[in-house]
């Protein structure tokens, strides 16, 4: 408690349970407790029940390793779900491309040559009198998830254009993350077979 709050308590304490006639044995219990300053802290001063409130560091530290132990065990399954977005977000991107290279089609009567490019969706090049365009949304042609360019060819080796994304590692092959995406073959999942 507070000294001049602790004071008054005993001093009214004293003052209501001394008699008339009673030797002032209080009053001088009263100036000893008084004079004296108390050594204890006010933790301990109050009792167990005025216990000061707060976490303590063996409570810190469980909660802690609660938290890095779920951490442990759930990162790694969201990081590995963030590599599956992109390469299904590259797979969208070739997708929505093939139907803008339909559309130019449809117009022109052929796909863009490989040195006309994806370009060809955006701006119309020479020679091209039925070009309709611009076919994509966007004015201008849209990196992959990992920042770099489309590779696009026509005709291709595998239908009349080929277009494709080398993945995370920018190299040709690879598994899971590093795989490459393609318009003439989907994304191989783990554990899953992709026909070619």
């Given amino acids: 408690m ?11 304490y004293l003052s209501r349970s001394r008699r008339p006639g009673d030797d002032p044995r209080g009053a001088a219990e ?5 004079e004296r300053p108390s ?7 109050g009792g167990a029940r005025h216990r000061q409130a ?16 779920l951490a442990a065990l759930v990162g790694p399954k969201l990081f590995g779900r963030v590599g599956k977005g992109k390469q299904a977000a590259a797979q969208a ?7 803008a290279l339909d559309n130019f089609r449809l117009d022109v009567g052929r796909y863009p040559t490989t040195e006309e490019g994806l370009k060809a969706l955006l701006v119309k090049s020479g020679g091209l009198e039925s070009w309709d365009g611009p076919y994509l ?3 201008e042609i849209p990196s992959d998830p990992w920042g770099r360019s489309y590779l696009y060819t026509s005709p291709g080796e595998h239908g009349e ?10 190299i040709t092959g690879g598994d899971g993350e590093n795989q490459d995406v393609m318009s003439w073959k989907g994304i191989k999942r783990a554990g899953e077979r992709v026909e070619p």
């Fill in 2 to 12: 507070i000294p001049c709050v602790e004071r008054f308590v005993i001093f009214w």
């Fill in 137 to 139: 949304k966007k004015q």
């Fill in 161 to 170: 254009y080929d277009l494709l994304s080398y993945g995370a590692d920018g």
């Fill in 30 to 34: 009263l100036r000893e407790r008084t």
């Fill in 93 to 99: 991107q070739i997708e929505l491309f093939g139907a």
């Fill in 54 to 69: 707060g976490f303590t560091l063996i409570e810190l530290l469980v909660v802690i390793v609660i938290i890095g132990l």
């Fill in 39 to 45: 050594v204890m802290p006010p933790a301990i001063r």
